[in-house]
């Protein structure tokens, strides 16, 4: 038998082969966009505006995949379609290099802009269930049941002075946790008994990265403490 390993990072392992993975065709990208989106590629006219800022955001995304599923679902989630409002966000930080050692900025780029288009009046609790992914380990797929009896902690910690009670805190993490599913921030099912919800791990790798300049330390060092987590993908203690 034999195990096959791959990596994005080339410093990882040692006489290891290289092997070239080439960006989507422009045309496999805008399909895959547009099917994040939901958006039928018939009803965008050729030569109009919308079909311009999603030709336009392909290759703003470098046409990598989990670039345009996340931007995708940002489009489908918004209501606006591929208007000029989530191109201007998309273009923020255009500055930066295209990829980094790991070949990841563009998708962290990706993930900031994703992040900046969620809005109503549950932005801030989405944001604390995106940033509470950080306790988990790798290739760990959290059961919906857990996120429901961290409902009260994760609506608390968002709005210390606003009371909610218990199925309220439930409706409404669970309504986040859609959000992200929306998004293409986190994967997986909200139905209980399913495989559970993860992050994929170019997410996870920049919520772990990012996530001390946006929660409160001793809140998440506190959550560590009723957590168990075993090292297998669906096996999360309570």
């Not at 392992?13 to 099917?35: F, I, K, Q, T, Y």
């Not at 609790?125 to 950080?134: N, T």
Request: aromatic share 6%; glycine share 8%.
């Amino acid at each position: 038998s034999r195990l096959l390993v791959t990596t994005r990072m080339r410093s990882l392992l040692r006489n290891c082969a290289e092997v070239d993975v080439d960006v989507l065709s422009r045309s496999d990208a805008m399909s895959l966009l547009l099917s994040s989106a939901d958006v039928d590629e018939a009803s965008l006219e050729e030569g109009s505006e919308e079909r311009s800022s999603a030709l336009e955001i392909v290759e703003l995304c470098g046409r990598l995949p989990l670039a345009l599923a996340i931007v995708g679902g940002v489009v489908r989630d918004s209501g606006q379609g591929f208007s000029q409002d989530i191109l201007s966000v998309m273009k923020e930080g255009r500055g930066a290099d295209l990829e980094d050692e790991d070949g990841t900025a563009l998708e962290k780029r990706v993930i900031e802009s994703s992040l900046r288009m969620v809005s109503g009046r549950s932005r801030d609790l989405v944001l604390r269930v995106f940033w509470f992914f950080e306790i988990f380990q790798e290739d760990v797929a959290v059961p919906i049941g857990f996120f429901m009896k961290m409902a009260g902690f994760l609506v608390a910690s968002t709005s210390p002075q606003k009371a909610m009670s218990e199925p309220k805190a439930n409706l409404a993490v669970g309504s986040a946790l859609g959000t992200l599913l929306k998004c293409n921030l986190i994967q997986g099912s909200l139905t209980p008994g399913d495989s559970g919800l993860y992050m994929h791990d170019i997410v996870r790798d920049y919520v772990r990265n990012s996530s001390s300049r946006h929660r409160d330390s001793q809140a998440g060092r506190a959550t560590w403490s009723i957590v168990r987590v075993s090292g297998r993908r669906g096996a999360l203690g309570s």
